[in-house]
C-alpha cells in the first residue's frame, strides 16, 4: 500500500517487469519467491465465498439495518466484500480497466516519461531494491496521488491514452463519496456514533492509486504477484481485472480466491481501521499470484487518513470486555514500507 516516505537507504531501480519480457533474459534469481506460503503458490485454492453489499442500503438516512449487519459481519470475519451499486456503472468501470490496459501496453519509451525517480514513490516502475536478498514481485505498477487535488502530480499522470487523465478525475470524485458512506456506515454497523470513523480519518485524507500491471510468467508456482501483506490505509478500494483472477485472501492459514464480479469494487479493511475499531473489523492478509499465459491488471486506491491525525481505537470500542490492543499512530504509512520489504507485519508496531 502507500508509503509516503522512505528509509534513507540508498536504493537501485531495477528494470519493470515489462522491461524484463521484451529483453529475453532469463528469469532472475531475485523473482524466485521464498516465503512461508512459497510451497502453496501453484497450488489451486477454494473460492472465497466473500460477502455482496449493496453500498446503497448503506447510506443513510436510508441506510438498513440487515444491510449494516451484513458489512459488520464481512469486516469482522473476511475483513473485505465486494461493493455493488456504488454509484459507478459497468460501463464506467470498464473504461477505467481500458484506460488501465492502454498505459501499460505503451512502448517502453512512452511509459518512461512517467518514471518513477529514485527515492520518490509517485510514478511507472517497479519495487525499488533496498537489499540484495529482496524477492522481487511480478508487477508493474504506476502510483499516483490522487487526492487532495492541489497534491497532484500531474507531470506523472498519463495523457497517453488520451482520456485516461479525465477517467481517473472522475473516478477519484466517485471514490471520495463511497469513502465517506463506508467510514460512517462502518460506525453505524457497531452502534457507534455515525461520525466516529470520519473525525478521526479527517476531511483532508489522501487517496493514492496504484495501477498494477501482472505480465504473463513462466513460473507461477515460483514467483508471485504480491507477497503477503495487509494494506497500511484505513480501506482500500480496488477494481479488479474483469477475467483474470489473481487476488487471495488469508483466512486461519489457508488462501481464498476471490471471485471476479465485473460490476463489483473489493473493498478491504487496511491497518489504520483496524487500529479505529480496536481490532473488530480485520485488515486481512492478501497476496496476488502470477498466470502463465494471461496478463492481469487491477487497481488500488488506499484511503488513508489525514497525515496529521492521530490515529487509535474509538471511545465506543474499548472496555471492560474489549480492552485497547493498539498505541495510538500518527503518519502510519511512513513505517509501512520498511516493514513490507522485510516481510513483517507494521500492524505489529502498534499492538500493545
Ligand atoms: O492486484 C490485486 O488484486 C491486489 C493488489 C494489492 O493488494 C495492492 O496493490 O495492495
Ligand atoms: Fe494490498
Not at 439495518?65 to 459488520?72: A, F, H, N, P
Not at 487509535?312 to 503518519?331: F, I, M, W
Amino acid at each position: 500500500m502507500a508509503e509516503t516516505s522512505f528509509p534513507a537507504k540508498t536504493e537501485t531501480i531495477s528494470k519493470t517487469v515489462q522491461d524484463l519480457i521484451i529483453s529475453g533474459q532469463e528469469l532472475p534469481q531475485n523473482y524466485i519467491y521464498k516465503g512461508s506460503d512459497a510451497a502453496t503458490l501453484g497450488a489451486s485454492q477454494p473460492l472465497g465465498q466473500i460477502p455482496i453489499i449493496d453500498i446503497g442500503l448503506l447510506t443513510s438516512p436510508s441506510s438498513s439495518r440487515e444491510e449494516l449487519d451484513k458489512l459488520r459481519s464481512a469486516l469482522s470475519f473476511w475483513g473485505c466484500f465486494q461493493a455493488i451499486n456504488h454509484g459507478m456503472e459497468l460501463a464506467f468501470l470498464d473504461q477505467v480497466r481500458e484506460v488501465t490496459k492502454q498505459f501499460f501496453a505503451l512502448s517502453p519509451e512512452k511509459k518512461q516519461k512517467y518514471s518513477r525517480e529514485s527515492g520518490s514513490i509517485e510514478g511507472y516502475g517497479n519495487d525499488m531494491i533496498i537489499s540484495e536478498d529482496q524477492t522481487l514481485d511480478w508487477t508493474d505498477r504506476l502510483y499516483l496521488g490522487i487526492s487532495p487535488e492541489d497534491q497532484r502530480q500531474l507531470k506523472l499522470w498519463p495523457d497517453d491514452p488520451s482520456s485516461f487523465r479525465e477517467t481517473l478525475h472522475e473516478y477519484t470524485a466517485k471514490l471520495e463519496v463511497i469513502t465517506q458512506v463506508l467510514l460512517k456506515a462502518m460506525a453505524m454497523s457497531l452502534n457507534l456514533e455515525e461520525n466516529c470513523f470520519l473525525d478521526m480519518y479527517g476531511e483532508q485524507s489522501t487517496l493514492f492509486a496504484r495501477f498494477n500491471f501482472y505480465p504473463p510468467c513462466p513460473r507461477p508456482d515460483q514467483v508471485i504477484g504480491v507477497k503477503p501483506h495487509a494494506d497500511g490505509s484505513a480501506f482500500t478500494i480496488l477494481l479488479q481485472d474483469k477475467e483474470v483472477e489473481g487476488l487471495q485472501f488469508q483466512k486461519e492459514n489457508q488462501w481464498y480466491r476471490v471471485p471476479i464480479i465485473p460490476e463489483a469494487l473489493v473493498i478491504n479493511v487496511g491497518d489504520q481501521a483496524e487500529i479505529m475499531c480496536n481490532g473488530i473489523f480485520k485488515s486481512p492478509v492478501h497476496r496476488v499470484v502470477t498466470n502463465l499465459e494471461k496478463e492481469r491488471i487491477s487497481l488500488a486506491v488506499f484511503c488513508i487518513p489525514n497525515s496529521y491525525k492521530e490515529i487509535e481505537p474509538v471511545n465506543g470500542v474499548v472496555n471492560e470486555a474489549r480492552p485497547r490492543l493498539y498505541r495510538t499512530v500518527k503518519d502510519y504509512a511512513s513505517i509501512y514500507f520498511e516493514y513490507y520489504q522485510r516481510g513483517r507485519r507494521p500492524i505489529e508496531a502498534a499492538i500493545i
